[in-house]
């Protein structure tokens, strides 16, 4: 089963989360998992897969205006319709609008029909609420991108076993 990543990245911090996702996925059986830029996304691949996760830094407490726009342009394009759906988000504050960028995103999977997947709190630590959020200031002891690692490839294998369940 193919699972595609796709993430806006200026700096390389929602890069790396996408990536984490990707190799957490593809430690379940069966699923061949990609993760991609919305600049280079390979359409035919995303059309096939069963499942998307969809990542985008926080710009102002909301998505960037490249992810909206590729978005808008997508969702109908690629056929987003049927699919399992999930979202993750990066941010420099701990307050600074991870969640809400996530719940942003998920908005446009339900329009698009999608079915969406949290990941979440029935699995226990680490509780993972609307999606994976990390926060890359090095203030807070818990802070600091690669700080997340494990937390992003849980949440790529708990979504993969999710869509391997469905599909
Ligand atoms: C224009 C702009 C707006 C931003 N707004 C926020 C914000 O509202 N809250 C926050 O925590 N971080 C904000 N950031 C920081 C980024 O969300 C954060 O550094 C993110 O990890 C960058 O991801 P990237 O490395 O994948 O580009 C902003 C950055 C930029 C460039």
Not at 5 to 10: F, T
Not at 130 to 157: C, L, R, S, T
Request: hydrophobic fraction near 40%; aromatic fraction near 12%; proline fraction near 2%.
């Amino acid at each position: 089963m193919k699972l595609a990543v796709i993430y806006d990245s200026k700096t390389g911090n929602t890069k790396k989360a996408a990536e984490w996702i990707a190799d957490g996925m593809n430690e379940v059986v069966e699923v061949e998992a990609k993760a991609f830029s919305i600049d280079s996304v390979d359409e035919e691949f995303v059309k096939e897969a069963n499942g998307l996760v969809i990542g985008s830094p926080s710009y102002a407490a909301t998505m960037t205006p490249d992810i909206h726009s590729w978005l808008m342009a997508s969702m109908g394009k690629l056929g987003f319709a049927g699919k399992l759906g999930g979202a993750f988000s990066t941010e420099q504050y701990t307050h600074g609008g991870g969640d809400l960028v996530i719940q942003s995103i998920i908005t446009f999977e339900l329009v698009a029909g999608m079915l969406c997947y949290s990941g979440g709190s029935a699995w226990g630590k680490p509780n993972i609420h609307v999606g994976p959020v990390a926060v890359n200031n090095n203030q807070e002891k818990h802070n600091g991108i690669e700080y997340y690692e494990d937390y992003f490839k849980i949440y790529g294998k708990r979504f993969a076993t999710k869509a391997t369940e469905l599909f």
